[in-house]
C-alpha cells in the first residue's frame, strides 16, 4: 500500500508544479485591447548619414509598473506598436528598477514588423518579479532600420511614471517622467498557495 501511495505523491506533486494561474498585473489598456491609435511617443535610430544629424542619435522610452501584493514570473508583455517606413526592428525588455529609473535587464525580445498593433510577446525564461517592486518596459531602437517607430497612448486617460532618453553616439542618460500615457499590459504567474497547502494536507493523510 505504501508503494501505490508513494506513486500518488509522485503525480499529485508533478500536477502542483504545473499549476499556475495567468494574472494581470498592470493594464492601461481600454475595454477590449483599445489604445489611442492618433497619439504616440516615438523611438528611433539615426546615423550620422541622416541628413541633419551629425552625431549617431538613439531615442528610447520606458514604462514603469509597480507590483501589488504578491510575487509572481512574467508570462508576457502586450503593447501597441506602429511605424511609418516599412519593416522596423525594434527592440522592447524588461528591467529592475535602479532609483526610479531602469535598471538590470531581466528579458529582450527583438522585433522585425511590417505592420504594427498591439504585440504580445510571451515570456522564456519567466523573470521572478516581487510583491511591492517596481519593473520598467523599455522599447529602444537597436539600429538604422529602426526609424519612425510609434508606442501608442492608451485610451483611458492613465498617466503614470515614465522615462526616456536620447543617445548621442551611445552616450545618454534616463530622464524620468510623471505623466507617460503609453498603453501596457503585463501579465505574470503564481502558484496557488493555499491549494498547495490543502493538497500536501491530504498527500500526508495518504502516506501512512
Known amino acids: 500500500m505504501k508503494e501505490m ?30 489604445y489611442d491609435a492618433a497619439q504616440s511617443q516615438d523611438v528611433s535610430f539615426h546615423p550620422v548619414s541622416d541628413p541633419g544629424y551629425t552625431q549617431e ?35 522592447v525588455s524588461i528591467h529592475a ?17 511590417l505592420v504594427g498593433g498591439d504585440l504580445t510577446l510571451s515570456s522564456a525564461s519567466n ?21 519612425g517607430i510609434r508606442w501608442f497612448r492608451n485610451s483611458i486617460g492613465y498617466t503614470g511614471p515614465g522615462a526616456s532618453r536620447t543617445l548621442l553616439d551611445g552616450a545618454g542618460d534616463w530622464t524620468p517622467s510623471a505623466s507617460f500615457r503609453t498603453a501596457l499590459r503585463v501579465n505574470g504567474s503564481r502558484v496557488a498557495v493555499d491549494n498547495e497547502r490543502a493538497s500536501f494536507g491530504e498527500i500526508k493523510a495518504l502516506y501512512r
Request: glycine share 10%; aromatic share 10%.
Open 57 to 91: 542619435t538613439d531615442v528610447d522610452l520606458a514604462m514603469a509598473f509597480t507590483m501589488g501584493a504578491n510575487d509572481y514570473s512574467l508570462l508576457s508583455v502586450t503593447l501597441p506598436l506602429g511605424n511609418d517606413f516599412g519593416t522596423t526592428i525594434v527592440d
Open 127 to 147: 523573470p521572478y518579479l516581487s510583491a511591492g517592486a517596481t519593473y520598467w518596459v523599455v522599447v529602444s531602437a537597436p539600429g538604422p532600420n529602426s526609424n
Open 5 to 34: 501511495n508513494s506513486v500518488l505523491i509522485v503525480v499529485v506533486c508533478l500536477f502542483l508544479a504545473g499549476t499556475a494561474h495567468a494574472v494581470v498585473l498592470f493594464d492601461n489598456f481600454g475595454t477590449g485591447t483599445t
Open 97 to 113: 528598477d535602479n532609483a526610479g529609473l531602469p535598471g538590470t535587464t531581466l528579458e529582450s525580445w527583438t522585433l522585425a514588423f
